[in-house]
């Protein structure tokens, strides 16, 4: 579904993504993880368009990105939340349903189904600028599932959120994928990598470790986290 082909990036002659390939399969929930400053939003950013690769590739469907057709088919969740704060929840997502050619009865309900998915309904009236974190995270997940896309592209989303919604919205991805949805999401909360069906390690712009989760427990001797550990090891003894 995406193949990520030889991609470098640096940014003022620091490399900050180093010769990543990797494939994200139709229909999978994708997990790039890496500490802080590894490179994970800039891999995200090459994907949807946002930033320039300096070389490589980047496939969706054999479409070389960016590509305008791709970008419809993408939802798209920055880490950063991209919302308007002087408009309330509802008019956010009516202005993004809007931008995907949603209109009418179709956007209006397409629009409750997001905000109950996000537990936002009673809040929708509210002015952005009024939402807690938590909940511009929830209303940013909600703007990127607006238009159905077939491909989530999610920069640490659950960042914020309370246990018991962060588990909600992670059984909500569980049932996307399951509808034959892909998705790649960022995280550096470890427990999360549960829920991912493959994961790709991302240490220092480098991809250290991309495999199966449960393959990925087994080279960390049970932990995925003693991965980066080893590499850090592996550094130190040099
Ligand atoms: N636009 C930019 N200009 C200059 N440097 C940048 C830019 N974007 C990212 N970087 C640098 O690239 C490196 C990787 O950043 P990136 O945001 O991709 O990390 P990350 O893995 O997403 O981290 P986090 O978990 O904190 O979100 C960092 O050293 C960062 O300072
Ligand atoms: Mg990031």
Redesign the pocket.
């Known amino acids: 579904m995406i193949t990520i082909q030889s991609v470098s990036k640096s ?2 002659k ?1 490399k ?2 180093d010769d990543i390939s990797l494939t994200i399969e139709r229909g999978e929930i994708f997990g790039l993880l ?12 090459l994907i949807t368009g946002a ?1 320039k690769r300096d070389s490589g590739e980047i496939f969706v469907d054999a479409v070389s990105v960016p590509d305008r057709k791709v970008l419809q088919r993408i939802g798209f969740m920055p ?1 950063n939340d991209a919302l308007y704060t002087d408009i309330t929840g509802f008019e956010n997502l009516r202005f993004f349903g809007g931008l995907f050619g949603l209109h009418g009865a179709v956007l209006k309900e397409k629009i409750s189904e997001c905000l109950q998915l996000v537990d936002l309904s009673q809040d929708a009236k509210k002015p952005v600028s009024n939402y807690s974190g938590g909940m511009k995270k929830r209303l940013s997940l909600a703007a990127a599932l607006i238009h159905s896309p077939d491909v989530l592209v999610l ?2 989303p659950t960042v914020g959120i309370d246990p018991v919604l962060r588990r909600k919205i992670w059984e909500e991805f569980d049932r996307q994928r399951n509808s034959g949805k892909t998705i790649i999401v ?1 995280t ?1 909360v470890m427990d999360e990598i549960q829920y991912c069906d493959r994961a790709g390690l ?1 240490y220092e ?1 480098k991809l250290i470790a991309c495999d199966t989760v449960e393959q990925l427990r087994k080279m960390g001797k049970g932990s995925v986290e003693n991965l980066f550990f080893f590499t850090k090891q592996g550094e130190n003894d040099l």
């Open positions: 940014f003022h620091q900050v993504l890496g500490p802080s400053g590894a490179g994970k939003t800039t891999l995200i950013r930033e880490q920069d640490e960022t550096h991302i712009g």
